[in-house]
């Protein structure tokens, strides 16, 4: 096979990285616009940056968002590191391919169901809708998203390391967190990021169980565009892309830069022998 | 100058002693994982000091064994005892062992010294007496320039020792070995195991090694247990389970055996008399443990290296001859292995040590030779 790049692939990266971020590229691109007119280019400007900071309402969305994810990101990633122990640890017990199914939904369900079902869970135990309902459905959304991520580093983890640390004396629950913890952490921050910047552009689940005071950043973008789309929104939503791009990357670096680097150090030791 | 030779070594074997109680004790042990047991009402006595190996193919139940020692696995039915005291319910970390892993399962985020000081700090041992043992240690399995490296900074065997150190720092009753070095080429592992056999004398320690390499469980032990299918085939010295198998199990598992199949026409005093249908042959052997009776079906086993091989035929009414036509022939250096066509068609291996360099031997491909042996250098084996 002729391994140089054929007119057909070069054409079909083209076609499928600009359906992918040509969207993108023109909202960040009109950011920048001087002109009111988000259609019409009137020049360069950082005005609706400027904007955007002296305008309170979306400062404080900015603010509630950040806090939600935080919190939900924290508490989705202690269950999510639970829920893929208990599936790793125990292979066999009863209901196991119920359980790990059940942590798996989520993953698929379609996000309306999620915030409708946890609408109706508040209404009816009489939960205030607000702060604390959407950072309890943000944590039901993305600790199944953790427990992912957690799995699949604890599948290469060696049990005889804690069986090693058991034999030495080291009492269980003192093992997790020596040796199984920092061994896992890689999977575990990652995890966390991922669930932060679920959280962080979520409107569906959100919309549903948010209250007075609560609104979030994608809540409040949503409104402001049915009024009509303006330069200080593409501001705001490039920030919004700039935070989670930068966590998405910083996640998957850190899952694979400890592995480069144990590979690298490795074959290191492999030709000086 | 030579030097006056060492203490004589004295003859260890403490479990020829009535008088003496044996350190670890398996009573009537039986491990089933579901369906499958993997241990069958096993009873073992393992002496302290002792270099005791539990030997077979893998799914034998000798990891398993192990495993219930330290205390990841508890036995189903029975009782293990440590000292006289019994073991079971006691968690694996408050046991008095400590257990070095076929994986070495060193811990990657801390530094060998971090490995080697786990333990220890652990039982809560203060930093500088930490530091001593450390350094003892390191010089122990002479790693000393290694200790702020991270384990995969290390090659297979500075790891092995690592785990070794690790393993023994904690001054264990009893130090396990799973497979310890299965991961080591051949050389490295030869050397390895007299640095074991050195290291264990030199701390007075017990040793329980798991292994299904034969070699390494004889060089050393002091004591084998055969194991298959979860019970003991035989436990002895490697001398005895390699010149006086207790079956054919043990004879055929623990280094190169002839088996030729007969049936018993004559019992003496010690010897027993064969006759072997499928090679037309009568042979006498010792007998090994069990009643032998005139009509029984018996084996009988002889190691390659105890068969003469001769081109001239013996002298009539010498006992124990056999004749055939040579089939191979195996040049190992060392030994030469010439396998042997019977007139029945079964083969019969016979080694004959190189003690000479010279390049022609007299005896090559389709040479009609004679086997031949004395009494007592086969046995009977009547399971």
Same mark, same amino acid.
């Given at each position: 096979?002729?391994?140089?790049?054929?007119?057909?692939?070069? =054409?079909? !990266?083209?076609?499928?990285?600009?359906?992918?971020?040509?969207?993108?590229?023109?909202?960040?691109?009109?950011? +920048?616009?001087?002109?009111?007119?988000?259609?019409?280019?009137?020049?360069?400007?950082?005005?609706?940056?400027?904007?955007?900071?002296?305008? @309170?309402? $979306?400062?404080?969305?900015?603010?509630?968002?950040?806090?939600?994810?935080? $919190?939900?990101?924290?508490?989705?990633?202690?269950?999510?590191?639970?829920?893929?122990?208990?599936?790793?640890?125990?292979?066999? +017990?009863?209901?196991?391919? !119920?359980?790990?199914?059940?942590?798996?939904?989520?993953?698929?369900?379609?996000?309306?169901?999620?915030?409708?079902? &946890?609408?109706?869970? +508040?209404?009816?135990?009489?939960?205030?809708?607000?702060?604390?309902?959407? #950072?309890?459905?943000?944590?039901?959304?993305?600790?199944? +998203?953790?427990?992912?991520? #957690?799995?699949?580093?604890?599948? =290469?983890?060696?049990?005889? !390391?804690?069986?090693?640390?058991?034999?030495?004396?080291?009492?269980?629950?003192?093992?997790?967190? &020596?040796?199984?913890?920092?061994?896992?952490?890689?999977?575990?921050?990652?995890?966390?990021?991922?669930?932060?910047?679920?959280?962080?552009?979520?409107?569906?689940?959100?919309?549903?169980?948010?209250?007075?005071?609560?609104?979030?950043?994608?809540?409040? $973008?949503?409104?402001?565009?049915?009024?009509?789309?303006?330069?200080?929104?593409?501001?705001?939503?490039?920030?919004?892309?700039?935070?989670?791009?930068?966590?998405?990357?910083?996640?998957?670096? &850190?899952?694979?830069?400890? @592995?480069?680097?144990?590979?690298?150090?490795?074959?290191?030791?492999? &030709?000086?022998? | 100058?030579?030097?006056?030779?060492?203490?004589?070594?004295?003859?260890?074997?403490?479990?020829?002693?009535?008088?003496?109680?044996?350190?670890?004790?398996?009573?009537?042990?039986?491990?089933?994982?579901?369906?499958?047991?993997?241990?069958?009402?096993?009873?073992?006595?393992?002496?302290?000091?002792?270099?005791?190996?539990?030997?077979?193919?893998?799914?034998?139940?000798?990891?398993?064994?192990?495993?219930?020692?330290?205390?990841?696995?508890?036995?189903?039915?029975?009782?293990?005892?440590?000292?006289?005291?019994?073991?079971?319910?006691?968690?694996?970390?408050?046991?008095?062992?400590?257990?070095?892993?076929?994986?070495?399962?060193?811990?990657?985020?801390?530094?060998?010294?971090?490995?080697?000081?786990?333990?220890?700090? /652990?039982?809560?041992?203060?930093?500088?007496?930490?530091?001593?043992?450390?350094?003892?240690?390191?010089?122990?399995?002479?790693?000393?320039?290694?200790?702020?490296?991270?384990?995969?900074?290390?090659?297979?065997?500075?790891? /092995?020792?690592?785990?070794?150190?690790?393993?023994?720092?904690?001054?264990?009753?009893?130090?396990?070995?799973?497979?310890?070095?299965?991961?080591?080429?051949?050389?490295?592992?030869?050397?390895? /195991?007299?640095?074991?056999?050195?290291?264990?004398?030199?701390?007075?320690?017990?040793?329980?090694?798991?292994?299904?390499?034969?070699?390494?469980?004889?060089?050393?032990?002091?004591?084998?247990?055969?194991?298959?299918?979860?019970?003991?085939?035989?436990?002895?010295?490697?001398?005895?389970?390699?010149?006086?198998?207790?079956?054919?199990?043990?004879?055929?598992?623990?280094?190169?055996?002839?088996?030729?199949? *007969?049936?018993?026409?004559?019992? *003496?005093?010690?010897?027993?008399?064969?006759?072997?249908?499928?090679?037309?042959?009568?042979?006498?052997?010792?007998?090994?443990?069990?009643?032998?009776?005139?009509?029984?079906?018996?084996?009988?086993?002889?190691?390659?290296?105890?068969? /003469?091989?001769?081109?001239?035929?013996?002298?009539?009414?010498?006992?124990?001859?056999?004749?055939?036509?040579?089939?191979?022939?195996?040049?190992?250096?060392?030994?030469?292995?010439?396998?042997?066509?019977?007139?029945?068609?079964?083969?019969?291996?016979?080694?004959?040590?190189?003690?000479?360099?010279?390049?022609?031997?007299?005896?090559?491909?389709?040479?009609?030779?004679?086997?031949?042996?004395?009494?007592?250098?086969?046995?009977?084996?009547?399971?």
């Amino acid at each position: 096979m002729n391994k140089s790049t054929s007119w057909f692939n070069i =054409t079909s !990266l083209v076609v499928g990285f600009a359906f992918l971020y040509v969207p993108i590229l023109i909202l960040v691109v009109y950011s +920048f616009n001087a002109s009111k007119l988000v259609t019409v280019w009137g020049g360069f400007s950082t005005q609706w940056y400027v904007e955007l900071v002296h305008d @309170q309402a $979306i400062i404080d969305a900015a603010w509630v968002t950040i806090r939600v994810g935080i $919190i939900s990101a924290s508490f989705a990633t202690v269950l999510g590191t639970m829920a893929a122990l208990v599936l790793d640890r125990y292979r066999k +017990f009863h209901g196991r391919a !119920l359980f790990s199914g059940m942590v798996y939904a989520p993953l698929v369900m379609p996000e309306v169901i999620t915030g409708l079902s &946890l609408l109706l869970l +508040f209404v009816a135990i009489g939960f205030d809708r607000g702060f604390w309902a959407v #950072v309890i459905a943000h944590t039901t959304l993305t600790m199944c +998203f953790v427990a992912v991520v #957690v799995q699949s580093r604890l599948v =290469t983890l060696d049990r005889s !390391l804690e069986e090693a640390a058991l034999d030495l004396g080291c009492p269980p629950v003192k093992t997790f967190f &020596l040796i199984t913890l920092p061994l896992i952490l890689p999977g575990v921050v990652a995890g966390w990021m991922l669930a932060f910047t679920l959280s962080l552009d979520d409107l569906v689940i959100a919309s549903f169980n948010t209250g007075p005071g609560a609104t979030t950043l994608p809540i409040k $973008i949503y409104s402001m565009v049915r009024l009509g789309v303006t330069p200080e929104i593409n501001a705001i939503s490039t920030i919004l892309i700039s935070v989670i791009a930068v966590g998405v990357i910083a996640a998957s670096v &850190l899952s694979h830069r400890s @592995q480069v680097e144990k590979e690298k150090a490795e074959r290191a030791v492999f &030709l000086t022998n | 100058m030579i030097e006056a030779v060492g203490p004589i070594k004295r003859k260890f074997a403490p479990w020829d002693d009535p008088t003496l109680k044996p350190f670890i004790r398996f009573e009537n042990v039986t491990k089933r994982f579901g369906d499958f047991t993997a241990v069958d009402n096993l009873t073992l006595d393992i002496y302290e000091r002792e270099f005791f190996a539990l030997l077979g193919p893998s799914g034998c139940g000798k990891t398993t064994l192990m495993r219930m020692l330290a205390g990841f696995e508890q036995p189903t039915e029975g009782r293990i005892l440590l000292d006289g005291k019994d073991l079971s319910g006691i968690p694996p970390y408050k046991r008095p062992v400590n257990m070095m892993f076929q994986s070495y399962a060193l811990f990657p985020h801390m530094t060998v010294e971090g490995n080697i000081a786990f333990g220890l700090r /652990q039982e809560g041992m203060d930093t500088s007496n930490i530091n001593t043992r450390v350094a003892e240690m390191l010089e122990l399995v002479k790693l000393e320039k290694f200790a702020k490296r991270k384990p995969h900074q290390l090659s297979g065997g500075q790891r /092995q020792r690592v785990a070794l150190a690790r393993s023994l720092a904690k001054r264990p009753k009893v130090l396990l070995l799973d497979e310890p070095l299965g991961a080591l080429d051949k050389k490295l592992r030869e050397e390895t /195991q007299f640095e074991l056999m050195d290291i264990q004398m030199e701390l007075g320690m017990t040793f329980l090694i798991v292994t299904h390499d034969q070699e390494e469980a004889m060089t050393v032990s002091d004591r084998i247990a055969v194991m298959n299918h979860g019970i003991i085939a035989q436990i002895g010295t490697a001398s005895e389970i390699y010149e006086q198998p207790a079956s054919r199990y043990v004879a055929d598992f623990v280094g190169d055996i002839n088996l030729i199949d *007969g049936a018993v026409t004559a019992v *003496g005093d010690r010897i027993v008399t064969l006759h072997c249908a499928g090679v037309d042959a009568t042979i006498s052997a010792e007998a090994g443990p069990g009643e032998v009776a005139v009509g029984a079906e018996a084996g009988f086993a002889i190691r390659p290296e105890k068969v /003469q091989i001769s081109l001239e035929a013996p002298p009539a009414g010498t006992p124990n001859v056999l004749s055939g036509e040579v089939w191979d022939i195996g040049y190992l250096g060392d030994i030469s292995v010439y396998r042997v066509r019977l007139a029945g068609g079964s083969i019969v291996k016979a080694t004959v040590a190189n003690l000479t360099r010279i390049v022609e031997r007299p005896i090559t491909w389709e040479d009609k030779v004679y086997l031949t042996w004395p009494a007592d250098a086969g046995v009977i084996l009547l399971k």
